[in-house]
């Protein structure tokens, strides 16, 4: 929880539709709150699979104090009670990240990207190249205009 090791994985039961994970935390003075986001993910060159636990709520002192997730009080907190169930999401793994990266470096080996690409670049140096060109008539037109104003005012 929070990037701290709290427990560990006893059993895990594969259903049809889910997959129902038994954790086992270590203390009983940890509390996990109700409102938490759970997430499997695979870490690590051996794809270890962890479960991440994020509070999504702010706890206070005065929750906490004399709290045990054994009494019967426990079902109407805001904190997991002994055998409770939380539902959680599949989190990142490095399957879905190989897929990812496969799907990136193959748009990028389509010929037709690069000439896109290439066409882009070319447009954008021919507009700026015009874009120079008209500042510099614009600049040229100003002068002539003060020249000629100056003339007729001062002379």
Do not use: W
Request: net charge negative; proline share 2%.
């Amino acid at each position: 929880m929070r990037g701290i090791n709290i427990g560990y994985v006893d059993k895990i039961q594969v259903k049809y539709n889910y997959v129902l994970i038994k954790v086992n935390i270590n203390l009983s003075s940890i509390l996990i709150p109700k409102n938490s986001l759970v997430e499997t993910s695979q870490t690590g060159l051996l794809n270890d699979t962890v479960i991440d636990i994020t509070p999504l709520q702010i706890i206070n002192n005065q929750d906490v104090e004399k709290f045990s997730v054994f009494t019967k009080s426990c079902v109407k907190s805001i904190f997991l009670c002994h055998y409770d169930y939380i539902r959680g999401e599949r989190g990142l793994n490095y399957d879905d990240l190989v897929r990812a990266a496969t799907r990136i470096s193959q748009r990028f080996d389509d010929p037709m990207l690069f000439q896109l690409a290439s066409m882009l670049l070319q447009n954008t140096i021919n507009i700026s190249n015009e874009f120079i060109e008209v500042t510099d008539n614009v600049a040229n037109i100003t002068i002539l205009i003060y020249d000629y104003l100056y003339k007729l005012f001062f002379n």
